[in-house]
T-cell receptor, first 114, second 112 residues
Framework: GAGVSQSPSNKVTEKGKDVELRCDPI?????LYWYRQSLGQGLEFLIY????????KSGLPSDRFSAERTGGSVSTLTIQRTQQEDSAVYLC????????????FGPGTRLLVL | QKEVEQDPGPLSVPEGAIVSLNCTYS??????FMWYRQYSRKGPELLMY????GNKEDGRFTAQVDKSSKYISLFIRDSQPSDSATYLC????????????FGTGTRLTIIP
């Protein structure tokens, strides 16, 4: 079956512009996660959605970052007023349920802020 | 100090060698331990998943967890050029705390 998909695969933007990154989780997966992977930093947790529960936003680095998940499926990560330090690979993962289920990752969106 | 420490490498070994990859961690609440493999410009894919201390074997891969030492390992036997990738350890605490905490990854190259 189809895996986690993300779009765009690459995004180049100018400092100060807003960007939207999209994630389509695996069908039937109720949990969705966003991570950021910076060079030499490993993967950093950003936000977690589980069903209709309030999202865990504890990893968002600033109020310029926000995410939503519509209809329990597709998710959008928005970065407002982008800064050069936002340049990274943004990875989305989904799992069948909470509670230790395997997280399946998408290919990521490579964001470059000039 | 980071919660999870992993030597970034790079690590180069000849084909057929046994590879040992390791992570240490400081948070004693971690209960679930994973190894992910990430090829260049791809997302991480799960290799091994273990709960608490002990060993788990899957084909050429063996994962070890020593919670008393806060140390986890991944061994790759009969290494192949296709094993060349970045290997990430990840861990999480008990049910209800879903986020994974990752190491920085070790870049591995298997030389034919």
């Amino acid at each position: 079956g189809a895996g986690v998909s993300q779009s765009p695969s690459n995004k180049v933007t100018e400092k100060g512009k807003d960007v939207e990154l999209r994630c389509d989780p695996i069908s039937g997966h109720t949990a969705l996660y966003w991570y950021r992977q910076s060079l030499g930093q490993g993967l950093e947790f950003l936000i977690y959605f589980q069903g209709n529960s309030a999202p865990d936003k504890s990893g968002l680095p600033s109020d310029r970052f926000s995410a939503e998940r519509t209809g329990g499926s597709v998710s959008t990560l928005t970065i407002q007023r982008t800064q050069q330090e936002d340049s990274a690979v943004y990875l989305c993962a989904s799992s069948f349920a909470a509670g230790g289920e395997t997280q399946y990752f998408g290919p990521g969106t490579r964001l470059l802020v000039l | 100090q980071k919660e999870v420490e992993q030597d970034p490498g790079p690590l180069s070994v000849p084909e057929g060698a046994i590879v040992s990859l390791n992570c240490t961690y400081s948070n004693s609440a971690f209960q679930y331990f994973m190894w992910y493999r990430q090829y260049s410009r791809k997302g991480p894919e799960l290799l091994m998943y273990t709960y608490s201390s002990g060993n788990k074997e899957d084909g050429r891969f063996t994962a070890q967890v020593d919670k008393s030492s806060k140390y986890i390992s991944l061994f790759i036997r009969d290494s192949q050029p296709s094993d060349s990738a970045t290997y990430l350890c990840a861990m999480r605490s008990n049910f209800g705390n879903e986020k994974l905490t990752f190491g920085t990854g070790t870049r591995l190259t298997i030389i034919p």
